[in-house]
């Protein structure tokens, strides 16, 4: 019973509290619990995003958000995140961009791109020939105070900058 009698607050005698007995039915270091039951909730957002009416309107990414914030909500999952969703996310992150490149069908995109990419190109040569002359002018200054790493942060930053 979620409802009840609040014996402090008088304004409002009735409060929705969550039961603090109740454990999860999924508990938080249960990985493989966890992984099964979030890989079920996007096996049922996607059938559910796709036969029915608020489905098609959310979405399958949209409805499995929801539906895995209703299930912690409710005490099945453990609220807060747990070490086995956080991998599950980094998985399908890493996955998500190759997948998406290895779908595109390249002569398709140059036209539907356009004169963004055109720009983008022209701003990614731009970034790199910045960087090389800021390498040019502070490396010597980088590498004194990071070490050898200097070069390969420096590196890593432009790739980030490139890629936004």
């Known amino acids: 019973n979620l409802l009840h009698r609040s ?37 049922l957002a996607q059938v559910f995003g ?11 990414p949209v409805s499995a958000m929801a539906l895995t914030f209703f299930f912690a909500s409710t005490g099945v999952l453990s609220p807060g995140g747990t070490p086995a969703a956080k991998s599950l996310q980094l998985l399908s992150l890493q996955l998500a961009t190759p997948m998406l490149l290895l779908g595109a069908d390249l002569r398709d995109c140059v036209p539907r791109c356009g004169p963004l990419l055109k720009a983008f190109a022209w701003a990614s040569i731009a970034t790199i020939m910045a960087c090389t002359v800021g390498w040019c002018a502070c490396g010597k200054l980088l590498t004194k105070a990071l070490g050898s790493d200097a070069l390969i942060i420096a590196a890593a930053l432009m790739a980030k900058n490139v890629g936004e």
């Open 7 to 43: 014996t402090t607050d008088r304004s409002n005698p009735l409060k929705l509290v969550p039961p603090r007995h109740i454990m999860p039915l999924v508990a938080a270091d249960d990985s493989w619990g966890n992984w099964s039951f979030l890989s079920s909730m996007a096996i």
């Open 50 to 60: 796709e036969s029915t009416r608020v489905g098609r309107l959310l979405g399958p």
